[in-house]
């Protein structure tokens, strides 16, 4: 199996950091805006596309909830698999560990190591909600 298309590895980052800044906020809210989820001086078009497709998909999915004043937050059913063990750190919760990948990547501090172990919390995440009828 080859490597995935970077229009893959893309959108499973930004499902990353929108899971992780929600689970780091849960039970509250943030708006479905760009501005709110990632940290950085300035937001290309490219990458607010990019959320906006990617927190549009997470909504029509079932994986996130949105308000009529089109506020995210993640669902019981993405709440408890956010609860899970991460496969790279038993100890860890999934969640947790997109939470801390989300602000590492910000700050670019061992982003490669986080990196790793959000993509097999994300793996894990999708096998979980698939299973359980939620994606």
């Excluded at 290309?44 to 927190?55: A, K, M």
């Excluded at 994986?63 to 089109?70: G, M, P, S, T, V």
């Excluded at 919760?93 to 790793?116: E, F, H, N, P, Y």
């Amino acid at each position: 199996m080859g490597e995935e298309p970077q229009n893959i590895r893309e959108f499973k980052e930004m499902v990353g950091t929108i899971l992780g800044r929600l689970y780091d906020v849960h039970p509250s809210e943030l708006p479905n805006d760009a501005d709110a989820f990632i940290q950085e001086d300035r937001l290309t078009d490219e990458i607010v596309d990019l959320f906006d497709g990617t927190s549009n998909y997470l909504v029509r999915g079932g994986f996130l909830h949105q308000d009529e004043q089109f506020y995210l937050q993640l669902t019981p059913a993405s709440w408890d698999v956010m609860q899970k063990p991460n496969p790279l750190r038993p100890d860890e919760a999934i969640g947790k560990t997109l939470a801390t990948w989300t602000k590492q990547a910000a700050s670019d501090v061992g982003k490669a190591t986080v990196a790793q172990a959000a993509s097999a919390a994300l793996t894990m995440l999708y096998t979980a909600l698939k299973a359980g009828g939620g994606g």
